[in-house]
Nanobody, 114 residues
Framework: QVQLVESGGGLVQPGGSLRLSCAVS????????MNWYRQAPGRYRDWIAG???????MYDDPVKGRFIISKDITKDTIYLQMNSLKPEDTAVYYC????????WGQGIQVTVSA
């Protein structure tokens, strides 16, 4: 079992920034890859960013150039720095650990609104 706890969400104005954190209950170097997903109202949960245990990062097109995924192996924590936020970024954001199998955090709300 792996427990994941997201933090750092909230309300931000368009053009603003937020940093999400995901604290993991085991050594993240032993996990195949760590990922961020999001689910907007009425939509499926979409993958948006991932980082492998070797540090290779990948992004979905809607967030490429604006979001940055990173990890701190000393804290067993991954981060999602979100810049230039848009109203369409509003969603519940989930941290996912692909051990495998996949484990999920509880999700955290991010709302981008004036």
């Amino acid at each position: 079992q792996v427990q994941l706890v997201e933090s750092g969400g909230g309300l931000v104005q368009p053009g603003g920034s937020l940093r999400l954190s995901c604290a993991v209950s085991r050594n993240i170097s032993s996990i195949n890859d760590m990922n961020w997903y999001r689910q907007a109202p009425g939509r499926y949960r979409d993958w948006i960013a991932g980082i492998t245990n070797r540090g290779v990062v990948m992004y979905d097109d809607p967030v490429k150039g604006r979001f940055i995924i990173s990890k701190d192996i000393t804290k067993d924590t991954i981060y999602l720095q979100m810049n230039s936020l848009k109203p369409e970024d509003t969603a519940v954001y989930y941290c996912g650990a692909n051990v495998p199998p996949m484990f999920w955090g509880q999700g955290i709300q991010v709302t981008v609104s004036a």
